[in-house]
């Protein structure tokens, strides 16, 4: 929905423009998200009313915390379609996983074990906050030569790479698409994730915007970035890939 400034120039009311949320944490009692159907219920409520026609929850798949598989995720994901049925919400939704790169991620990988993936066999992954795997770029190459396409999730919270912005820039010359948490153009994840978002939306970067959804209060925030120059501008940019799945 748009309403009109006297300059005629459109300012958005909601995320229709996006239309589909390509990350967040709604299956409940699974990971560090929705701890129930009812808080699950209520986010879902939510994102239908901020304008998403469909979202695509991921799971964490993390060794040392959250043991999930094909099996539990969608065991979960069937909870949630029987939900939003009972409730009459007009919203798609379908799951995949976000993968912790870590020792275990790599054996699935050498084993050739089925992952989860989204859209055009995308896959989401995350690293740790700390630093990068040594052996990131390799898993990342194994990834692609098993033809899967890797998005880095919250690319911008990587906050070890600010003055090391070559390793974006190396990635995505390689294929590796870039996921922006929405709500890093609000603060919310401190003042270097902000301007590292700003960064890589001015280069053109990032091919996924996502809520990061955990709770309901992640979404009460995300309005505020309606009215973000660096959001209506990374949504203008023709490069954002969530309307296409």
Not at 111 to 123: A, H, Q, V
Not at 185 to 205: F, R, V
């Amino acid at each position: 929905m748009l309403f009109w400034k006297k300059s005629k120039k459109p300012l958005r009311t909601d995320f229709s423009a996006l239309e589909v949320d390509i990350h967040s944490h709604l299956i409940p009692g699974i990971d560090d998200g929705s701890p129930s159907i009812e808080s699950s219920l209520e986010m879902m409520r939510r994102f239908v009313e901020m304008g998403y026609r469909k979202v695509i929850t991921t799971p964490h798949v993390m060794s040392d915390y959250y043991q999930n598989d094909a099996s539990t995720i969608k065991a979960g994901l069937n909870t949630l379609k029987r939900a939003l049925v009972e409730n009459n919400f007009p919203l798609e939704i379908e799951a995949a996983a976000e993968y912790y790169i870590d020792y275990d991620f790599k054996r699935k990988i050498d084993e050739k074990l089925p992952l989860l993936t989204f859209g055009d066999n995308y896959i989401l992954v995350e690293i740790s906050f700390l630093n990068p795997p040594e052996s990131l770029s390799e898993i990342l190459f194994e990834l692609q030569t098993e033809r899967y396409r890797p998005v880095l999730a919250h690319a911008e919270r990587y906050i070890f790479w600010v003055n090391d912005f070559n390793r974006f820039e190396e990635m995505f010359d390689r294929g590796i698409k870039l996921q922006l948490n929405i709500n890093s153009l609000t603060g919310a994840y401190g003042p270097e994730a902000q301007k590292l978002a700003y960064k890589l939306i001015d280069k053109e970067m990032y091919s996924f915007a996502g809520s990061d959804c955990h709770r309901i209060q992640h979404l009460d925030l995300m309005p505020k970035v309606l009215t973000n120059k660096h959001f209506n501008k990374l949504l203008n940019s023709g490069k954002l890939l969530n309307s296409t799945l």
